[in-house]
């Protein structure tokens, strides 16, 4: 390891102020976390010398970027990443970048025994995957999580914890699937979870509307893994919980704004919203009307 190596989850070896970071705890409590990068101007030059840990790096480009990049001390044909598309790292191996380009990149942060937490519902484990070094990767589920998350950035305390796990755990899930020669075993009970763990999930997310609850809790208390535990709720319920957690701050604020005379800025932080703004837009997109509007029609 390098005298002068630094946190690779937090990406400080690529020397890039201003950068925007989330976590996801959903698998093993290991944090996979997505961090964005941008650069105006180019010539951004050679990046820090990285940790070499078990762990893996995707970036996904936002806009096309040009860099050279050696892999063990060897020189890898990378033309460039276009929009759209990922390169994939695995940081037990030793990387060099000179980035060239202006870029605006979503980096996640991967540790393998994440990876490992899916051993329960994949046939063998993950021991790596199939993207050559340099490779440029169109993935179209890989570019819908990225999309999902893009606007977290900027406003992550209108995102639960539940909806970063939830994108965490379907990135793992698919890589694993797709590149990482496993493949996911069939669900043993097609009807999802029994009603007593139906019953449990929906306590604890009432329990907590604010969004500070992980997956991991709620499958622990319903005696499964996580992705068992995720797939299971969607076909019982036909959401996922951080679906269903909007639903149930939606549905606990029709009941404050009929049987309340509380403001709609306390309702907003009653029912778990980070901002009267944030609800606003949440429950007119849910309902069709503003939280007032609403309220004066349900009163006339």
């Not at 695995?90 to 990876?115: C, E, G, H, T």
């Not at 009267?276 to 007032?292: D, E, I, K, L, N």
Request: glycine share 8%; proline share 5%.
């Amino acid at each position: 390891m390098a005298k002068n190596s630094i946190s690779n989850e937090k990406m400080e070896y690529l020397g890039v102020s201003g950068t925007r970071t989330i976590r996801s705890t959903a698998l093993d409590k290991s944090s996979i976390t997505a961090t964005r990068l941008t650069r105006d101007t180019p010539d951004h030059g050679f990046v820090d010398a990285h940790v070499q840990e078990d762990a893996f790096m995707l970036a996904y480009q936002l806009q096309e970027y040009q860099g050279d990049l050696w892999v063990d001390g060897k020189a890898v044909d990378f033309p460039c990443s276009r929009p759209g598309h990922f390169t994939f790292y695995d940081y037990r191996r030793s990387w060099q970048a000179n980035m060239k380009s202006p870029f605006d990149v979503v980096n996640f942060y991967i540790p393998r025994n994440a990876l490992a937490a899916l051993s329960e519902d994949m046939r063998g484990r993950i021991e790596g995957f199939s993207i050559a070094p340099g490779q440029d990767v169109e993935d179209p589920t890989i570019r819908g999580l990225v999309g999902a998350l893009r606007a977290v950035f900027d406003t992550p305390s209108q995102c639960s914890q539940l909806f970063f796990d939830h994108v965490g755990l379907a990135l793992c899930m698919h890589l694993a699937a797709t590149y990482g020669e496993a493949q996911t075993t069939p669900l043993h009970h097609p009807m999802g979870l029994a009603p007593w763990q139906v019953k449990r999930a929906q306590e604890m997310i009432d329990a907590k509307l604010d969004g500070e609850l992980l997956i991991a809790d709620l499958a622990s208390a319903c005696g499964l893994s996580v992705s068992y535990f995720t797939r299971a709720f969607k076909i019982a319920t036909g959401m996922p919980p951080y679906k269903w957690m909007t639903k149930r701050r939606i549905d606990k604020a029709m009941d404050l704004l009929k049987g309340s005379s509380q403001s709609i800025s306390e309702i907003a932080l009653n029912c778990g919203f980070a901002d009267q703004s944030h609800f606003t837009r949440v429950f007119t997109g849910a309902v069709g009307a503003s939280p007032g509007k609403w309220r004066r029609g349900f009163r006339q």
